[in-house]
């Protein structure tokens, strides 16, 4: 059983993952960032020892869990002798197998969810993506996950890596439309306000109704009218207007495929 | 005051605000649809006649609500004589003005959200925008826009255009990149379901934080060792990889033009 974990990062995703483990009456051993304010930040909120030396980085635990950007897993652990550890990564796009060359007990905690440091999610709610170099670790990842949420799967890394290129699409290429959106209100003096009513709507839609059923405007009957009319708007910006046709086909050929 | 108000279309939105006007004590006293079908099933919803010929359109009414599709308005309107009527469309990018030569008396009622016939939306959150010919049908309007919702605002047709606009890009091609990353999962044999989460929490988070403090993944800072490897499993998909390059350039620019 994990009762006792070490976190290496001290990100947004090392924050909310942190407090989730602690309300779920795990021990924190130790935090480990590479920077000591990140490390000191992150060690008060979830009241544990904190450090920036990897030579101090707490190998006692049952569970020594990386939470660092992809680029900075190698660089980090690089440093540590974690062959007697149970090891696990938290990326979307990082195989398992890069912690093969650490330890022989390694896994993947990946929650499939958009974090920032001052706003708490409801892990209760995240789907938890879990692969295991062994079925006793897995068995061990699966009662650690079940403690937070009710969502559990377990994925392969050719899996998840598709998983987080359907994120990108779904989380941060949505919100650049959700900011797209704003800065063409801003620029005309109109209140962000105006558009949450319809951003919460489309989003709560696809709850129920599949996204090709739930598609409405312009562009899947392509009314050429309008859409003359919306790139009139946008002389100006070149850039939105490439964004504009791009998305506006890219509707139109998914709906005229399927319904031809 | 406008009680009694007779509807000209018969889809999406005219259902919609139909149910939400029958809810505030309006009067619907016919529905006109071009298609007999379509008048007869949103009549039955608002327990009203309804006709598919006008020269049969109730032009006793305190206002004629045209809910057409933009190309439509002035097919149907030509066809009346509405002279002494005051008329309203619920158009977004159609100009107050198109109404002018049908009726001296005319104004503008756009309920920005996107609806279907089959999912009840709550209108006391629904913007309405509005825009008339005169300061005393701009009264009537506000009164009776306030019987359904709280969020009224005063908008000239040039705004209104810029807003449609902006729904475009946070309710269409929002709701198409749901649609893409059900796509990638669906095709890997993977859940909708697994996205779920992430889309409610990414819509939740505009309302509390500004989209551009919102932003996050592997655009932003530009990961090239993420976005080659997303690009990869796109091969088989050119056009989905040119939507994912210039998102991810857009989301870079953005945020490297502010932060520089």
Known sequence: MIQRVTFIGAGNLATQLGKALMKAGIDIVQVYSRTNRSAEALGAILHSPFTNKTEEIDLSSDLVLVALKDDAIGQVLDQVDLRECL????????????????SKRYGVFYPLQTFSKIRDVDFSLVPLCLEASSAEILADLKELAAKMSASIYELSSDERKIIHLAAVFACNFVNHFYYLGERLLADNGLDFDLLKPLIKETAARVMAIKPY???????????????????????????????????TKSIFQAHKKITE
Chains 1, 2 share one sequence.
């Open 213 to 247: 059923d739930a598609q409405t405007g312009p562009a899947k009957r392509y009314d050429e009218k309008i859409i003359e009319n919306h790139l009139s708007l946008m002389t100006g910006n070149p850039e939105l207007r490439e964004i504009y046709l791009h998305m």
């Open 87 to 102: 090891i696990v990564h938290t990326a979307g796009s990082v195989p398992a197998g890069l912690l093969a060359s650490y």
